[in-house]
């Protein structure tokens, strides 16, 4: 249908259909962040910002409107001012919103699944990924921002991942979109198809 806007003090909501986002097909709009600008930062077959102080739509990437390019999950670093977007097909994703330049870290990066369900960086500043295919710690690289210049031209990112399958423990490896939780302490619950993982990133043995 679309994207729905609440106001938790007048409690009115408001709907923006595809026509607001000028998407002609099918849309999918599934995930949200927020960065420091209070932008909403909207996933599916392509990457929209809303700007909350008037409401406008902004589409920020240059992805066709298919499902190549379908993002299921966002989580927004506020210490990088990066978008890591965990997308369906291609990987795990560096955005950065104000240069609109990217870059993939995919198999040939080290993931063993390049379906990304959900994403969550620990206090650490690690990321946590869910796939298809089990659970991957993400050591943000340094040189991040040199990635995102050679990156744009379709290389893939380089960075240390350890992927954490059934012989780590694992009960399964598919996990579920949008079906995680991170608690205050820090613990991850994670959902799948054979019920959900809990653990805390700081107390593995890395």
């Known amino acids: 249908i679309g994207f729905v ?7 009115n909501t408001r709907l923006f259909t595809r026509q607001d986002f000028n998407v ?12 420091y600008r209070n932008r909403i930062w909207i996933g599916g077959n392509k990457l929209f910002s ?15 409107d298919e499902f190549t390019f379908a993002s299921i999950s966002l989580f927004y670093d506020t210490t990088q001012q990066i978008l ?7 990987g795990l994703m560096a955005f950065d919103p104000t240069s609109k330049k990217h870059v993939f870290f995919n198999k040939k990066s080290g993931l063993n699944d ?15 990924l869910t796939t298809n295919q089990g659970i991957a710690r993400f050591i943000v ?7 995102l210049e050679t ?12 992927n954490y399958g059934t012989s780590d423990g694992m009960p399964y490896l598919e996990f579920v979109s949008t079906a995680s939780h991170q608690a205050s302490d820090g613990t ?7 019920g959900v993982v809990r653990f805390n990133p700081g107390k593995l043995l890395i």
């Open 50 to 64: 809303f700007n909350t102080d008037n409401n406008t739509i902004k589409a920020e990437s240059q992805f066709d």
């Open 114 to 128: 390049e379906w990304i369900n959900d994403v969550y960086a620990d206090k650490y500043g690690q990321l946590w």
């Open 151 to 162: 990156g744009y031209s379709g290389k893939a990112g380089t960075a240390t991942i350890t």
């Open 5 to 11: 806007q609440y106001d938790m003090v007048t409690g």
């Open 84 to 90: 890591w977007v965990g997308t369906a097909s291609m």
């Open 188 to 194: 991850l619950s994670c959902g799948g198809v054979g």
């Open 141 to 147: 690289p340094d040189n991040l921002k040199d990635q």
């Open 24 to 35: 002609k097909k099918k849309h999918l709009f599934i995930p949200l962040a927020t960065d």
